[in-house]
């Protein structure tokens, strides 16, 4: 299989802290892959730097074979890399459609267009509905966004990152914070992403995780601890010690 996404010795420093420390790592095409660690792992110094939000003291990134060390976050996203965030990052005033609409656009290159011409551009129109109707969001459509619950606000983050069209979809912690009566929703939305979508899921919810993941990365102290399948890490007593604890066996 091939792979999508690789670091070679990706190392960023803080002055004398070191938050990712010499990380190797590989993530294939179509992979279901799972970035777990305790807190100040370096989970998120690792994804702000594949997204290019920070830049690395040593090392290297490559998207299909691609140097994007030195790319901006824009460059990046137009190769294909989006991500959501541990937060969401939605435009409060606008409705879910236009939430949608405004991401399909802006790729499109017909972001101005937005408000004055909707009824204009027939392939975006096609494509926002095709995006509601797979995220299950077509029935809030009108709804603005933040006056939705918190599940309901982290899926369309989500289906905004997937209008994107991504080769590779970063979500950062997507349940974290979301009442349990709406996590399936928001949870088969996740499982149901396309398989040449291939995903990096960075996650605390050891159910998530093994709901999701076919591999998992477990990251300490900004090292690679290990990397393997879900029924590896879970036996692995170095992980156990580290972060997951005997409650994953419980």
Do not use: W
Request: proline share 4%.
């Amino acid at each position: 299989m091939s792979v999508v996404l690789r670091t070679q010795g990706l190392t960023k420093r803080f002055g004398g802290i070191v938050a990712s420390d010499d990380v190797s790592f590989t993530l294939e095409q179509g992979a279901r892959h799972a970035l777990i660690g305790p807190n100040g792992a370096g989970k998120t110094t690792l994804v702000n730097l594949l997204t290019g939000v920070i830049t690395p003291s040593e090392g290297r990134i490559e998207m299909n074979g691609l140097d994007i060390t030195s790319l901006s976050r824009e460059a990046r996203v137009k190769l294909g890399l989006a991500r959501t965030f541990q937060i969401n990052q939605l435009c409060a005033g606008l409705t879910v459609l236009e939430m949608i609409m405004m991401v399909v656009t802006e790729r499109l290159g017909h972001g101005g267009r937005l408000f004055g011409r909707l009824d204009a551009d027939r392939a975006a129109i096609s494509e926002t509905a095709a995006i509601l109707e797979r995220f299950r969001l077509a029935d809030v459509m009108d709804e603005r966004v933040d006056t939705l619950p918190y599940g309901r606000q982290r899926q369309i983050e989500i289906a905004s990152a997937f209008a994107v069209r991504p080769k590779v979809l970063l979500l950062d912690e997507p349940a974290a914070g979301v009442p349990e009566a709406e996590r399936k929703l928001l949870l088969d939305s996740v499982a149901e992403l396309p398989e040449d979508v291939s995903v990096l899921l960075i996650e605390h919810d050891m159910d998530v995780v093994f709901r999701f993941a076919t591999r998992i990365t477990v990251l300490v102290n900004g090292r690679v601890l290990t990397e393997g399948l879900p029924q590896d890490v879970a036996a692995d007593p170095d992980v156990k010690a580290a972060y997951l604890g005997e409650a994953m066996h419980g």
